[in-house]
T-cell receptor, first 113, second 114 residues
């Protein structure tokens, strides 16, 4: 247990569905991250939030929409996804600033049909 | 692109030390080296990090060369539960936002053998 939880753990959705991934951290951290891990590829950073403000968007398609309502919660809203978006989506958090060790959640395994 | 290179895979006998090398020849003076591991389909687990000096914690030791161009993660007594993919990461500062980024490579798949 790292103090970072993600729900759901598994999700199957059609290309026309809308779904959301949720991440919650219980560590008192100020920064939160979304990563994508496709089969046999390195983890790719998608979004970074610091103090609820998005500070980084790594050229992610608009069908992925993040939301950070407070420093403990992070969402990834999904709509009109493609089969190639099937992957493990990982959330992480860190204290922020120089003390920036990231702690990862268990991930959501997403399958797009 | 990743700033680190690691062997694709390694085997280690149970109870022996596992030494995992990493090259980061383009590392800058203020960039830390982090190690994580990922057991199949779980989230990466933090192991250790360092800047210049060697570091040790309850999980592992990190040896960084004096020129900082390479490092070695040492698991002193490997167990079957240490079988995982081990990632050596250089933490870089993102210039525009001042935030820190991890650039993941493909890691080393360590198999501990009984």
């Amino acid at each position: 247990e790292t103090g970072v939880t993600q729900t759901p753990r598994h999700l199957v959705m059609g290309m026309t569905n809308k779904k959301s991934l949720k991440c919650e951290q219980h560590l008192g951290h100020n920064a939160m991250y979304w990563y994508k891990q496709s089969a046999k590829k390195p983890l790719e950073l998608m979004f970074v939030y610091s103090l609820e403000e998005r500070v980084e968007n790594n050229s992610v398609p608009s069908r992925f929409s993040p939301e950070c309502p407070n420093s403990s919660h992070l969402f990834l809203h999904l709509h009109t996804l493609q089969p190639e978006d099937s992957a493990l989506y990982l959330c992480a958090s860190s204290l922020g600033g120089g003390a920036d060790t990231q702690y990862f959640g268990p991930g959501t395994r997403l399958t797009v049909l | 692109d990743a700033k680190t290179t690691q062997p694709t895979s390694m085997d280690c006998a149970e109870g022996r030390a596992a030494n995992l090398p990493c090259n980061h020849s383009t590392i800058s003076g203020n960039e830390y080296v982090y190690w994580y591991r990922q057991i199949h389909s779980q989230g990466p687990q933090y192991i250790i990090h360092g800047l210049k000096n060697n570091e040790t914690n309850e999980m592992a030791s990190l040896i960084i060369t004096e020129d900082r161009k390479s490092s070695t993660l040492i698991l002193p007594h490997a167990t079957l539960r240490d079988t995982a993919v081990y990632y050596c990461i250089v933490r870089v500062v993102e210039g525009t936002s001042g935030t820190y980024k991890y650039i993941f490579g493909t890691g080393t798949r360590l198999k501990v053998l009984a």
